[in-house]
Nanobody, 123 residues
Framework: QVQLVESGGGLVQAGGSLRLSCAAS????????MGWFRQAPGKEREFVAA???????QYADSVKGRFTISRDNAKNTLYLRMDSLKPEDTAVYFC?????????????????WGQGTQVTVSS
């Protein structure tokens, strides 16, 4: 079992930055591929970014060049650096863990989820 807890969300003006963290416990993150997803009100949960156990990364087109995913296996923590934030980035952001070696971009491929952290970007 893996327990995931997100933090770092908040209210920021358009153009601003935030860094989300996802602390894991239960098992070492180095065994998992990790991802960030987000869900806006009335919309389905969507892929944002993912990082494999070999540190390969993949991003949704909507965040490419603005967001950076990283992981610190020694600290058992996943990060999402978000720059140049836009109002359309407003959502609850979730981190997730998948017991696979390759990057996964589909919700169903992830076994463990955090409770989410709210990010609100004002215009």
């Amino acid at each position: 079992q893996v327990q995931l807890v997100e933090s770092g969300g908040g209210l920021v003006q358009a153009g601003g930055s935030l860094r989300l963290s996802c602390a894991a416990s239960g098992r070492t993150l180095s065994l998992y591929s990790m991802g960030w997803f987000r869900q806006a009100p009335g919309k389905e949960r969507e892929f944002v970014a993912a990082i494999s156990w070999t540190f390969s990364t993949q991003y949704a087109d909507s965040v490419k060049g603005r967001f950076t995913i990283s992981r610190d296996n020694a600290k058992n923590t996943l990060y999402l650096r978000m720059d140049s934030l836009k109002p359309e980035d407003t959502a609850v952001y979730f981190c997730a863990a998948s017991p696979t070696r390759t990057i996964r971009v589909v919700v169903a491929d992830y076994d463990y989820w955090g409770q989410g952290t709210q990010v609100t970007v004002s215009s």
